[in-house]
């Protein structure tokens, strides 16, 4: 009976690890550099806990006519944020992996200020982006290349 008992634990402790190494290492494959679908922005999405964040790390309209210096979020509703910096920006904010997408995020857009919810699955080595208010199926929806 002790055999039995320790037995159905080892696998059940087996299954759990394997399902959990699994299901982590599929959570993980949205992380890297992505073009964005104009190929006019380039953001990185990494983890931080047991969340994905994206930010934007280089931008066709993100530079002053130097092409060195940031521009700013002035587009931001929020007059104490309008002062940072496009560049580095965390854009994408919050993401859950459920069922095979990442959900319960936002996307912000700077050029024009506004953030929406926001649901991304790989879909064919492509990331596709839904960024919607209320229903996910009214909302826009591109595609990214990774890079």
Same mark, same amino acid.
């Given at each position: 009976?002790?055999?039995?008992?320790?037995f159905l634990?080892?696998?059940?402790?087996?299954?759990?690890?394997?399902?959990?190494?699994?299901?982590?290492?599929?959570?993980?494959?949205i992380i890297?550099?992505?073009?964005?679908?104009?190929?006019?922005?380039?953001?990185?999405?990494?983890?931080?806990?047991?969340?994905?964040?994206?930010?934007?790390?280089? &931008?066709?309209?993100?530079?002053?006519?130097? *092409? #060195? !210096?940031?521009?700013?979020?002035? =587009?931001?509703?929020? /007059?104490? +944020?309008?002062?940072?910096?496009?560049?580095?920006?965390?854009?994408?904010?919050?993401?859950?992996?459920?069922?095979g997408k990442?959900?319960? &995020?936002?996307?912000?857009?700077?050029?024009? *200020? #506004? !953030?929406?919810?926001?649901?991304? =699955?790989?879909?064919? /080595?492509? +990331?596709?982006?839904?960024?919607?208010?209320?229903?996910?199926?009214?909302?826009?929806?591109?595609?990214?290349?990774?890079?």
């Amino acid at each position: 009976m002790k055999k039995n008992i320790l037995f159905l634990l080892a696998a059940l402790f087996t299954f759990t690890t394997a399902a959990f190494s699994q299901s982590t290492t599929e959570a993980d494959q949205i992380i890297g550099t992505w073009q964005t679908a104009e190929k006019d922005g380039k953001i990185e999405i990494y983890k931080q806990g047991n969340k994905y964040f994206g930010k934007l790390t280089w &931008g066709a309209r993100i530079f002053e006519a130097d *092409g #060195k !210096t940031s521009k700013k979020d002035v =587009k931001n509703p929020e /007059k104490s +944020l309008q002062g940072r910096n496009l560049q580095n920006l965390v854009i994408l904010t919050d993401f859950d992996f459920e069922g095979g997408k990442w959900e319960n &995020g936002k996307i912000y857009d700077p050029e024009s *200020g #506004k !953030t929406y919810s926001c649901v991304m =699955k790989l879909d064919n /080595k492509r +990331l596709k982006i839904t960024g919607y208010i209320g229903f996910s199926w009214i909302g826009k929806t591109v595609l990214w290349d990774r890079i």
